[in-house]
């Protein structure tokens, strides 16, 4: 396998910023940024032959991410990464190190930050995959913060996989929400927290199902962090395009007319879906 080189960053304010999910759920991230930032170039990549990665294990997770993002420098010298990915970014935060003196957005990072500052809610749930639950990332970094939230956390087997494959509309995700939201409106939850880009695309059926609660996206809170981080790295770009939206190359690792064509049923803002390229990315051998 090929070894990881060690980085020396090349980005300028006008390269592309790198958005990096397991399949199609990233998308709604980086429409998100498209509203926010419409003057950036965009290098989407959707790692759809190794998805899901929620019931991969932490190994499984770390190889597929490290390639991600070496590819992603390598081929396209992004000037700052954003990882969509709640489990590749709850798994495998210590890969970002790698990439110094590049900024990364994570989705549990800003949501935590702004639970912690907000201090509005008292019971929070998050519904994420079984492997970042696992990971306990979100209370690790309330706990860090500080933060006065009691947290409660849900694994949600196959829920990913069914929205991936356009079937969030279905009884049987319709039956999966039930299931999974059941213990968090047990514990009182006062926000649900969708910790997985899919579960976004099924956010008006989770509000219905919690009435009492409010759900929160980490899209919005990760657009404010690029958008800050941007402008603290000296990182954005200064030509302003008068685009009226921001530039987008799309790459998949597998399955690209299934992406294409569930992804351009989804209801988006600024983006216009176009159909990816497929790219075949070799893994890397890990440090021991």
Same mark, same amino acid.
């Given at each position: 396998? #090929? ?7 090349? +980005?300028?304010?006008? #390269? ?9 759920? =990233? ?33 499984? &997770? ?5 390639? /991600? %993002? +070496?590819? *992603? ?9 954003? &990882?969509?990915? #709640? ?30 500052? @907000? ?16 990971? #306990? ?7 860090? %913060? ?48 969708? =910790? ?19 759900? %929160? ?11 800050? *981080? ?10 302003? @395009? ?37 790219? /075949?990315?070799?893994?890397?051998? *890990?440090?021991?």
């Amino acid at each position: 396998m #090929n070894q990881p080189l060690p980085f020396s960053p090349q +980005h300028t304010a006008q #390269n592309p910023i790198g958005v990096f999910d397991s399949g199609l759920g =990233g998308l709604r991230v980086l429409d998100r940024l498209m509203q926010t930032l419409p003057d950036e170039r965009f290098v989407y990549l959707g790692d759809t032959l190794h998805m899901p990665y929620g019931e991969k294990t932490q190994a499984q &997770v770390t190889e597929y991410l490290s390639a /991600s %993002l +070496h590819w *992603l420098f390598e081929r396209h010298q992004v000037k700052m990464m954003v &990882v969509a990915c #709640n489990t590749a970014a709850s798994v495998a935060p210590q890969l970002f190190s790698r990439y110094p003196g590049v900024p990364f957005v994570d989705p549990v990072t800003p949501i935590c930050r702004w639970l912690a500052t @907000t201090r509005q809610y008292r019971t929070v749930g998050v519904m994420a995959t079984p492997a970042t639950v696992a990971s #306990n990332r979100y209370q690790i970094l309330l706990d860090d %913060l500080n933060a006065p939230v009691l947290l409660s956390q849900v694994g949600c087997d196959h829920l990913a996989s069914l929205i991936e494959a356009g079937q969030g509309e279905t009884p049987a995700c319709h039956a999966l929400l039930r299931q999974y939201l059941r213990p968090l409106q047990d514990r009182g939850a006062e926000a649900i927290v969708l =910790g997985c880009t899919h579960y976004p695309y099924v956010m008006d059926q989770v509000a219905a199902l919690s009435p009492n609660a409010d759900v %929160l996206d980490p899209a919005v809170f990760m657009a404010l962090d690029a958008k800050r *981080l941007l402008a603290e790295h000296q990182l954005a770009n200064p030509q302003v @395009t008068g685009r009226p939206i921001a530039e987008v190359d799309y790459f998949v690792t597998a399955e690209p007319d299934r992406f294409y064509e569930t992804s351009r049923r989804m209801p988006f803002q600024a983006l216009a879906m176009k159909h990816p390229t497929v790219v /075949s990315i070799p893994a890397l051998s *890990l440090p021991s």
